[in-house]
């Protein structure tokens, strides 16, 4: 198991979800390789920015485009 927050290290882009354009079809939650995406108590995804390696595969599979992505400071 990777210690927490090793991911973050390296990440240059990590993917932010607007929710407002979010219609739960929960691609990124199935496609994501490391399980670093959730599902808050609103059936709502989130990320967990500890496991997350900034892959974007998660961005790919939104039909909603609601998923984007930042580079990392
Ligand atoms: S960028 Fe990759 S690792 Fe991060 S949440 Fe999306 S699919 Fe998962
Ligand atoms: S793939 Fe896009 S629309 Fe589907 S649950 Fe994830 S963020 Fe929401």
């Known amino acids: 198991m990777k210690p927490a927050g090793e991911n973050a290290n390296w990440r240059v882009f990590r ?13 990124c939650y199935a496609f994501c390789p490391e399980n670093a995406i959730q599902i808050d108590k609103n059936g709502f995804p989130f990320i967990d920015a500890n496991l997350c390696t900034g892959c974007l595969i998660c961005l790919r599979e939104c039909p909603c485009g609601a998923i984007s992505e930042v580079k990392e400071k």
């Open 15 to 27: 993917p932010v979800i607007d929710v407002k354009k979010c219609k739960k079809t929960y691609g």
